[in-house]
């Protein structure tokens, strides 16, 4: 008889959204260095987590969610074009005070050898074809109880106005929601 073994910790995955076009609307002249990026107010951004995590702020940059330590948490994110005209990366998230919960993140891929895509050749993509595709994910492990105040950073990308095959950098930002971890 198999004994099924139940870790202590668990995956906590946060799907971060943003308007581009808020941001850029906004914060028309950001900076252009990713060590001192534009800081930009809570209207643009949207944390998703899933609803079992969820203790506040579901949809809004003030996402609340509850995590132990020991747990993983990964961020991802898209802006609300899915990346397909602006996009966004992540590329920091940064204690800033209070307690550190988190350790330092570091981005991690998942690769799907055939991942489904919609059938560009049906008229409501189906049935699915699939594809290579690599996904990306911001990670680290909840380090410590307590409520952390932090900075996350990411780049805005823009589809270059000579080339509508290539996005080309359009500044450095970063909003400072918090967590708590009991």
């Not at 900076?31 to 107010?41: A, L, R, V, Y």
């Not at 899915?82 to 800033?96: E, R, T």
């Not at 050749?121 to 409520?147: E, K, W």
């Amino acid at each position: 008889m198999e004994t099924e073994l139940n870790a202590s910790n668990q995956q906590i995955d946060v799907l971060v959204v943003i308007d581009t076009d808020y941001v850029k609307t906004n914060y028309p002249r950001p900076s252009q260095d990713p060590n001192n990026p534009t800081g930009i107010d809570h209207n643009s951004q949207h944390m998703i987590v899933s609803n079992a995590n969820a203790l506040s702020g579901q949809g809004t940059a003030d996402l609340n969610f509850s995590a132990k330590a020991g747990d993983n948490v990964s961020f991802r994110s898209t802006s609300i074009y899915q990346n397909s005209d602006d996009a966004v990366i992540i590329y920091n998230i940064k204690y800033w005070s209070g307690d550190q919960v988190f350790n330092n993140f570091v981005y991690d891929a998942v690769i799907r050898q055939q991942a489904v895509v919609p059938n560009y050749n049906s008229s409501n993509g189906l049935p699915a074809n699939t594809a290579n595709i690599t996904f990306s994910s911001f990670d680290s492990r909840v380090r410590n109880t307590g409520t952390e105040n932090f900075y996350v950073q990411f780049a805005l990308y823009t589809i270059d106005p000579n080339d509508s095959n290539k996005q080309v950098l359009f500044g450095y930002y970063y909003w400072d929601p918090t967590i708590t971890v009991k």
